[in-house]
């Protein structure tokens, strides 16, 4: 019995189909992977998707992280209430997306704003992640964007974390895997959109291809802007080669304000330096050394100690045994080994 | 009542007069020079699997990628403890002297094999002392920027961005230990009968009085055992 492939989603809304279907996220749809360079080209190319987070439209309500937790099957820990509306405290191995609440005193309207931002993977583009991952296959990225971490391959050495501009892997401490949004790609691959997604009741977030998402959230910031948001506008940073997570918001021109959302976020010129040329400079200049040693071992000539080093030495430690023992000392004792 | 070593160490002596050999590495600096050594090459070789994709092989050799990142700083942690102690016997007779700009001035002979022509040096040449400064140079930034980037048990220790730092430090840190590391191999190889300085623990006397002539003469003028040490 062959099962079709599903369908690739093109929203969040839609249900799950009765019957089961095949994954459509094949490995063969894998175009980058960590620490792996010549990939196979691959066969097709999937429709770029993309979530879209409208800030405007959120209230706050984490129905989002509670989704993220059913699906995922995580288990945060319960914390302590420290008097912020952040809940955990930070996203961990064990939460994927996080509210992050900012009470912004607007100098302009002399108005409190209540920015809330749902943190979590942006799905970059040109994933820093990925760049600075040193075991293969760990982080790959797939021709519709997703950004995916394979726990198998992942060996938690928390590079990931040194190469994420925004600041989103977590290491697990008893797994020691590097853990974060998968954007669903469990979900995506059987033709539904992320969970977190599917659970808001404002349709903040919404998933669907990028250009879909791109064209709504147009409409979406034309309207902010007939609301007096004339700075409202698209959070898709070109640093990294644009996200497939995205914002609307209604301070684009400041994204630092939403809870420090980078600026210009992009990967650390030491990040790429590392990754980049200094690997391969550094390895061949370790390997022309040793084999630079090798061949001057073999051809050259070795530095030997001759026959004559040998009869000098000779003389030069009879000579210095005469002279202690024609000055001796209290402690002197006889010391010839040899007649 | 002992004389005043200036260009040994503890330890160093003339062995036997005839053949005459001297010894040079005691035990107890023999093994603290093998268990450092050993220890250097698994850093080598776990490091290099994190470092170039096309050495992640060498985590085979470690049990794998999770094994290797696990074992990769303890080894770093004993390293830094076994170095430790041979720097505190070494440090001194490692300081630069007079003679070492003579001799550097003059390399072309010592690659030639021609050491005739040469300052008369204590214990340690001018490359061997670079050795040793580069290396203990290199295993501070190592260990430091290693614990910087230790993710099991200090992963919050310092910001991104330093971290970002600290492993390019790191990084390039280690392909200079590993140049270091193959000119002191290297250099044990080419130059005859060193090695069995740190196997036997002794050296000919001709062998000491082609390369460390002060250090011989020295030793020869001194009685064989110091009541002090």
Request: proline share 6%; hydrophobic share 40%.
């Amino acid at each position: 019995m062959t099962t079709e492939r599903a369908p690739q989603p093109t929203t969040a809304a839609a249900n799950p189909p009765i019957q089961p279907m095949a994954s459509n996220l094949l490995p063969s749809d894998v175009v980058r992977a960590s620490a792996m360079r010549d990939l196979p080209a691959p066969e097709r190319q999937l429709t770029k998707v993309a979530k879209l987070i409208d800030v405007s439209r959120c209230i706050g309500c984490k129905a989002c992280q509670s989704a993220c937790i059913e699906w995922n099957d995580t288990h945060p820990d319960v914390e302590e209430n420290v008097g912020v509306y952040e809940n955990p405290h930070d996203l961990t191995p064990e939460m994927f997306t996080l509210m992050r609440f900012t009470e912004y005193a607007n100098p302009e309207t002399h108005e409190l704003e209540w920015l809330i931002r749902k943190d979590g993977c942006m799905h970059c583009e040109d994933p820093g992640c990925l760049t600075a991952c040193p075991a293969p296959g760990a982080i790959v990225q797939y021709s519709n964007g997703i950004v995916d971490f394979i726990s198998d391959n992942c060996i938690g050495c928390g590079y990931c974390v040194a190469g994420c501009p925004f600041d989103i892997p977590r290491i697990h401490k008893t797994a020691h895997v590097s853990k974060k949004c998968t954007l669903c790609s469990d979900r995506v691959a059987v033709g539904q959109g992320p969970a977190c997604a599917k659970a808001c009741p404002t349709q903040a977030i919404v998933f669907g291809t990028k250009d879909e998402m791109i064209a709504h959230a147009e409409m979406r910031i034309e309207d902010l802007k007939e609301r007096g948001y004339e700075k409202a506008g698209l959070y898709d940073p070109q640093g990294v080669g644009g996200t497939h997570v995205m914002y609307v918001l209604h301070h684009a021109d400041k994204p630092s304000l939403y809870a420090d959302l980078p600026d210009d976020p992009k990967i650390s010129a030491v990040v790429k330096g590392w990754k980049g040329a200094a690997k391969d400079v550094g390895l061949a200049a370790m390997g022309i050394a040793a084999v630079g040693a090798m061949a001057h071992g073999a051809l050259a000539r070795a530095n030997e100690v001759s026959a004559h080093d040998d009869a000098e030495a000779q003389e030069m430690v009879a000579h210095a045994a005469e002279r202690l023992a024609v000055e001796p000392q209290e402690a002197a004792r006889p010391q010839e080994g040899a007649p | 009542m002992t004389e005043e070593r200036q260009y040994s160490a503890p330890g160093d002596e003339i062995e036997t007069r005839k053949p005459v050999t001297v010894s040079r590495y005691r035990g107890i600096t023999r093994l603290n020079h093998w268990v450092t050594a050993f220890t250097m090459i698994g850093l080598i070789l776990s490091g290099m699997a994190l470092f170039h994709p096309s050495l992640y092989f060498l985590t085979g050799l470690f049990g794998g990628g999770p094994t290797t990142r696990w074992l990769h700083p303890l080894m770093g942690i004993l390293l830094f403890f076994s170095f430790l102690l041979l720097f505190l016997q070494m440090w001194r007779l490692n300081l630069p002297k007079r003679e070492d700009a003579e001799w550097l001035a003059n390399i072309k002979e010592v690659v030639k094999g021609e050491e005739e022509n040469l300052p008369e040096l204590g214990k340690y040449n001018a490359g061997q002392k670079f050795v040793f400064w580069g290396m203990s140079g290199l295993i501070l930034v190592m260990i430091v920027t290693g614990v910087m980037i230790w993710e099991q048990y200090f992963p919050g220790l310092v910001s991104i961005p330093v971290r970002r730092v600290a492993v390019a430090v790191h990084a390039l840190s280690a392909v200079a230990a590993v140049l270091i590391f193959i000119v002191h191999v290297y250099a044990a190889i080419w130059t005859r009968g060193t090695i069995r300085a740190m196997t036997r623990g002794t050296v000919t006397g001709g062998w000491a009085y082609r390369h460390h002539r002060k250090w011989l003469r020295e030793l020869a003028g001194r009685r064989k055992t110091d009541p002090a040490e």
